[in-house]
């Protein structure tokens, strides 16, 4: 019970000195449609990752694939080759994970 009325003694203290002021998203609804699509499963480990900035590696590819894709468009026509071979193997990579992820 002691570590309770600390906690919101705390949070009272921090409300009282505006520190949840202008926070993001204050006064706004919070969209938890994606929270619910997800596995029961997997709602817990996703939210202690997002709270920690941490991303599933298939987001890391995700973003690795857009800046392929950027390069392919502004690189010279000697240089595209390359590039299109590692897109491919991204986009493999990807394609691998997602389907590992659907299956279990």
Request: with cysteine.
């Given at each position: ?93 990807l394609?691998?994970?997602?389907e ?5």
């Amino acid at each position: 019970m002691g570590w309770e009325r600390i906690a919101e003694n705390r949070i009272r203290e921090a409300m009282q000195e505006g520190e949840f002021d202008n926070l993001p998203g204050a006064g706004k609804p919070i969209d938890l449609d994606g929270y619910f699509k997800l596995p029961e499963h997997l709602r817990v480990a996703f939210s202690i990752l997002k709270s920690a900035n941490c991303v599933p590696a298939e987001v890391d590819l995700l973003h690795e694939i857009a800046a392929l894709e950027q390069r392919l468009e502004s690189e010279p026509a000697a240089g595209k080759p390359s590039i299109r071979r590692e897109l491919a193997g991204r986009r493999t990579q990807l394609a691998v994970r997602l389907e590992r992820a659907r299956r279990t």
